[in-house]
């Protein structure tokens, strides 16, 4: 029964989103504009919508932690890697921010509702080809872009899911680009859970039973020099990790009760 109303659930969900889906495929070569007021609309209205929904009818949790007071009013944000629900996860964590993240240029082709959205937004779409230096400039150019607009950079600096919740390693160029090009603040963030739902299968198997959390774990000031650079992207992974590690032991308490 279970499996069958998480089915049940994100079918709907995917019908849902299929009319601004298709109006963003049908208007993206004609007008930027106009897909970017869908794109929001996806964002703002449909994404807080479908958690809602899910919350609602099949008990799929959200924990989020985070004190606004803290938080600059500009920010780049690296987080740990789990699953393409990090990104709208993220997008309803920060909601009254311009969220903005770096990603693989393959998601920019032929992925029905991603591809445009990250396209009209201006994310950071990494290239396959041309060498380290054309994704050092794809960066430098992106970095500009969200200080000029007053967004919110997203990096995860693993550079790819993590399948098993297992932490990887902290890649530190793009992430110096980055720093270098912005001189923003560094918001460290962990997610967990997230790796539990990474594929269809397990969304249906799995989303009933999920708590995804994401947690604001420290604000460093923006580090200027290289040796700065280094030690907070070395602490960073230690916060992540030792915050994933908490909240496993305390599933692993919770399911023993």
């Known amino acids: 029964m279970t499996l069958l109303v998480n089915i049940i659930a994100v079918c709907t969900c995917i019908l849902w989103l299929s009319v601004p889906a298709i ?17 929001d609309y996806i964002v703002k209205v449909c ?3 479908i958690f809602s ?4 009818y099949i008990k799929f949790n959200r924990t989020f932690t985070r004190e606004t007071e803290k938080l600059p009013e500009q920010f780049f944000v690296i987080s740990n890697h789990q699953s393409l629900l990090d990104i709208p996860i993220y997008m309803t964590f920060f909601p009254e921010y311009d969220v903005r993240f770096v990603a693989k240029d393959a998601l920019a082709r032929h992925i029905p509702l991603v591809s445009e959205m990250l ?15 054309k994704a050092m400039k794809t960066i430098e150019d992106f970095g500009k872009r969200v200080v ?30 980055l720093v270098e090009t912005t001189k923003l603040p ?7 859970n997230g790796y539990k739902i ?15 959390k994401c947690k604001v774990l420290k604000v460093y000031p923006y580090p200027e020099t290289k040796e700065e650079q280094v030690r907070v992207l070395e602490e960073a992974k230690e916060l992540v990790q030792r915050q994933l590690d908490e909240w496993r032991e305390e599933d692993k308490l919770l399911a023993s009760k």
Request: with cysteine; glycine share 8%; charged share 25%.
């Open 23 to 39: 109006l963003n495929i049908i208007c993206y070569p004609f007008s930027k504009k106009a897909c970017v007021k869908i794109s």
């Open 47 to 49: 994404a807080p919508g």
């Open 53 to 56: 929904v899910f919350k609602t």
């Open 119 to 133: 396209r009209s937004h201006d994310h950071c779409m990494i290239p396959r080809k041309g060498g380290a230096a």
């Open 148 to 177: 000029e607009r007053k967004q919110i950079p997203v990096l995860f600096p693993e550079g790819t899911r993590s399948k098993d919740g297992t932490l990887g390693t902290f890649y530190s160029a793009g992430f110096r680009k």
């Open 186 to 192: 560094i918001v460290v963030c962990a997610l967990d």
């Open 198 to 212: 990474n594929d269809l299968k397990h969304v249906f198997e799995n989303l009933s039973k999920i708590n995804y």
